[in-house]
């Protein structure tokens, strides 16, 4: 770019204003073409600086209508410039994705000639109407802005001011035919999709079409008779599994249409023949269910359980729904409807029966982030509906999960019960599809939100099909990819397994393979997941202290018999120091210019909680003389009692972890503190990851919900508080820890592995349970150790049964992770088979509609002919691609499995 600046600049900047001028000799003022007459005008659309006459430039462009046309006035004037011309008569008005030309048109007025509308239909220029046409569109310039409002997601009035400027760009007023530019775009869109799904080679017409046979089908999901061997449904129970159906299920609230046209004036052209639903019917049945009323969340308070009734004013659709294929990320065949206040379970329970009608698939998995609350009373649900969209009595299994981004922010139990990592069958699946295909249409919602419903309809379909050929296409590359990473993680976790095992007796292993196989088999055998044991907190141990010191009362064996349990002492001095922590976090909190009040709430705080230091050193010298020695040594410019003048802040207590093993005290001191510091430890562990579960959920709340800077102010607000109690709880644990490190030498522990379960706690541990490392991918992430840590006290029997729980719930998750892996091979080699399954019955059908072509007239009875061959051949061409895209995978495989024994 450098060498360009200064060679080659100036010379092109030249060459762009002479050819603003007459450019050549001013002797050469003859016409190219003809030499006989002067040359005024030039076309800017033909190669060449080339000049010609009136009549050679007429004759030029016959065939050439829409090419931009500039003359100049006269040769022998002074103005040297050219300006636009309009070489015909502005008779009829052309788009083009040159600009919009004014052209003088002659329709054959032959006895036997088409109508004006085909006559132009078969010139490439489509008609504005049937009747008496005075405007159209070349097919040039719709299949440019078809592709491009996919592509960049450009709107029709974007792109029809951009032709407009592209004639003229001054401002002089012309005439508007922004109306008829949409008209024809829907048309074409709809004509597209009409054509590309076979309907225009059907006999009985295109009214004959069926609800969703416009939807173009996920080649690599489940279909009976088209992708599926001959005998899948007899296949073995170990086998049935590669035959799932995986369905995912969203709502996506910025598909908003606002309160303008109606059905009446502005109906789809097709309603239910691809995406979205038959809007007849849908809202005939939202009207009879509308008051329904949904049952309130019993996981966390989820505002799609517990306030679906969202604002919508002035909005016809606050939002969509949508049901997905969960593997593939395909929008499924009437799968998608509008909401009309929000995300009701009326909306989402027809979207996601009319999606199944006809299904023949004998398991059925179902991701919904508000699943645990959804699934409950669904098949009751269920009989409201007409008997044809009920679940065929061929459906054996179905399984309700929470997408894996979304599980966190749901409670334990949930996390348990609904988990793609932790059920059998499902592979990889994350249950995400729905929120990768938003990124995709969101772009568009600012164009489609100001659409009439059918209009708006129309359009989303047309995207919705091309997001799923531009799936389709990209198979070859997408599963090879996915194979080539799910191999070696399969490997990877197998020897992960194995490790593990190599020092576990194998009668355990056994016990334990039985226990999570019998869950596997019935959900409502206990969960091995699931710890059984009581959680260790601060609280617990203070009750287990304050039960030993009434024993010891009740025996009169304390040494402390006349003052209070020391328990008591130390549990105050450890209230006392994360008070410290609180009032210092909240001091730099301040800022650079707190305001009066501020100070004098701190100032308030401080005071009181040097008055309650003072009379805590005061009951803590009973118990520990020598921490008043220590104190008296290490104080300067204030008194032994702790009232220092330093801040209140920095005032040392001296509690049993801070003494030096030098110092002689009780040692009974140093067990108390080591039981509750233990119990601290596992609070604030509790604390964080409650904290970071809650915080997950508002991060999701404020991207679904929050809109505006009020919304957005109080969403952040809500955040940054939440990272504060992380950041203070994180802390906690920091300090806690270090006085059990300090305390644990010389004590005889009831846990002598504390220190497995409490790890050093670094910034990068405290991530949320789905959350990765920077870098980590969704295969590769590990949970932090936070999430893994077994704050429990047992009530059983042996020699550590906390801790052989421990290991038994480690076991099971890294046995769910090794045959995760292991399903999504299996998995993937059976959807590339199903791929190609599926493209060649598809090559085969457009044959057949080929074969099948009749019509009276023999042009189009050719032309269909011609498409189905280019359909057929496309299929094959896919085939034959991705056949040898994968052929070397079996080979890949084979490789792997030979690193690592089975």
């Not at 007025?109 to 109508?115: K, T």
């Not at 073995?236 to 059905?263: G, H």
């Not at 803590?620 to 290490?634: F, G």
């Not at 936070?786 to 047992?794: P, Q």
């Amino acid at each position: 770019m450098k060498q360009w600046s200064e060679n080659d600049r100036e010379v092109y900047l030249r060459e762009l204003l002479r050819m603003d001028g007459y450019g050549i000799n001013e002797e050469d003022t003859m016409c190219r073409q003809c030499g006989i007459r002067p040359h005024q005008y030039r076309c800017i659309d033909c190669c060449g600086d080339v000049r010609w006459c009136l009549e050679c430039t007429l004759d030029l462009h016959i065939t050439n209508p829409l090419h931009f046309i500039e003359a100049r006035p006269c040769h022998s004037t002074k103005n040297h410039c050219f300006n636009p011309k309009r070489a015909f008569n502005d008779d009829f008005l052309i788009v083009d994705s040159s600009g919009l030309h004014e052209v003088a048109l002659d329709f054959c007025e032959c006895e036997r000639a088409p109508s004006h509308s085909l006559q132009l239909m078969r010139a490439r220029l489509y008609p504005a109407t049937g009747t008496n046409p005075r405007t159209a569109a070349s097919f040039r310039v719709l299949r440019q802005f078809h592709l491009l409002s996919f592509e960049s997601k450009c709107s029709g009035y974007e792109f029809y001011n951009s032709l407009a400027r592209l004639t003229d760009n001054t401002g002089s007023p012309s005439r508007d035919r922004y109306d008829e530019f949409m008209r024809m775009i829907r048309q074409w869109r709809h004509l597209k999709m009409l054509k590309q799904t076979g309907r225009g080679h059907d006999p009985a017409g295109v009214l004959s079409t069926q609800p969703g046979q416009c939807a173009l089908l996920c080649p690599a999901c489940p279909q009976p008779g088209v992708n599926l061997p001959p005998d899948w449904e007899s296949v073995p129970d170990k086998e049935s599994w590669k035959y799932t159906l995986f369905l995912a299920i969203d709502a996506n609230f910025k598909l908003q249409r606002k309160r303008v046209s109606s059905e009446e004036r502005d109906p789809s052209l097709g309603s239910g023949w691809a995406f979205f639903v038959d809007e007849g019917k849908y809202k005939e049945y939202l009207a009879a269910n509308w008051d329904y009323k949904q049952d309130r969340s019993t996981c966390m308070s989820h505002d799609a359980v517990d306030k679906p009734d969202r604002e919508a004013r002035g909005l016809a659709a606050s939002g969509a729904g949508t049901i997905d294929c969960a593997r593939h990320d395909f929008k499924r065949p009437n799968g998608v409807g509008d909401l009309q206040l929000g995300e009701r379970y009326i909306n989402i329970d027809y979207l996601f029966f009319m999606s199944l009608i006809n299904s023949k698939i004998r398991i059925i998995v179902v991701s919904y982030d508000i699943v645990c609350q959804w699934h409950k009373k669904l098949f009751d649900r269920m009989m409201s509906f007409p008997h044809q969209m009920h679940l065929q009595n061929n459906v054996l299994y179905i399984t309700f999960l929470v997408p894996k981004f979304h599980l966190p922010a749901h409670i334990e139990d949930c996390n348990l019960q609904f988990s793609f990592n932790l059920t059998k069958g499902v592979g990889r699946t994350d249950g995400e599809a729905p929120e990768r295909g938003w990124a995709s249409i969101n772009p568009v919602a600012q164009s489609t939100k100001e659409m009439g419903p059918g209009s708006r309809r129309d359009t989303l379909d047309d995207h919705f099909n091309d997001w799923n050929w531009k799936k389709t296409i990209a198979f070859g590359d997408r599963m090879l990819t996915k194979i080539k990473e799910a191999v070696p993680a399969r490997s990877e976790h197998r020897q992960a397994l194995q490790d593990f095992e190599a020092s576990i007796p194998p009668t355990v292993i056994e016990e334990w393979k039985l226990a999570v196989e019998n869950w596997e088999k019935d959900a409502s055998q206990p969960n091995p997941f699931k710890t059984k044991t009581k959680a260790v907190s601060e609280q617990s141990a203070r009750l287990q202290l304050a039960a030993e010191a009434a024993d010891d009362a009740v025996n009169q064996n304390s040494t402390y018999s006349h003052m209070s349990h020391p328990s008591v002492m130390i549990a105050n001095g450890l209230q006392l120091e994360d008070d410290q922590r609180r009032l210092s976090a909240d001091i730099v909190g301040l800022g650079q210019l707190p305001t009066t009040k501020q100070l004098t709430n701190i100032l308030e705080r401080s005071n009181s909680l040097r008055r309650r230091i003072a009379a805590w050193t005061e009951n803590q010298t009973l118990y520990m003389p020598h921490a008043t020695q220590e104190r008296i040594k290490h104080t300067y410019n204030g008194s032994p009692d702790g009232t220092a003048s330093t801040r209140v802040t920095d005032i040392q207590l001296y509690l049993p972890s801070a003494l030096s093993k030098d110092v002689v005290i009780d040692e009974s001191l140093r067990i108390i503190e080591w039981k509750l510091r233990e119990g601290q430890a596992y609070d604030a562990l509790e604390e964080i990851r409650h904290v970071l579960r809650l915080r997950s959920h508002m991060y999701k709340y404020k991207d679904r919900y929050s809109r505006g800077v009020k919304a957005n102010t109080r969403s952040n607000t809500a955040i940054s508080n939440a990272t504060t109690r992380i950041n203070r709880a994180s802390e906690k644990y920091r300090v806690a820890r270090a006085a059990l490190i300090t305390l644990a030498p010389g004590l005889e522990l009831e846990q002598p592995l504390w220190e497995h379960a409490l790890r050093r706690l670094n910034k990068e541990d405290i991530r949320g349970l789905s959350e990765g490392l920077y870098g980590d991918t969704e295969g590769t992430r590990k949970p932090s150790w936070i999430w893994m840590t077994y704050n429990t006290i047992s009530d059983d029997e042996g020699d550590n049964p906390a801790l052989n729980e421990a290991l038994r719930v480690e076991w099971c998750r890294a046995r769910a992770r090794a045959m995760r892996w292991d399903e999504e091979v299996e998995l993937l080699q059976e959807e590339m088979r199903r791929i190609l399954a599926f493209l060649k019955w598809h090559e085969l059908w457009w044959e057949q509609q080929g074969v099948a072509a009749s019509s009276s007239d023999a042009a189009t009875n050719e032309g269909k002919i011609a498409y189905s061959r280019k359909q057929a051949s496309l299929r094959r061409m896919l085939h034959e691609r991705f056949s040898v895209t994968w052929r070397e995978i079996p080979r890949f495989i084979e490789l792997w499995e030979g690193k690592v024994a089975v």
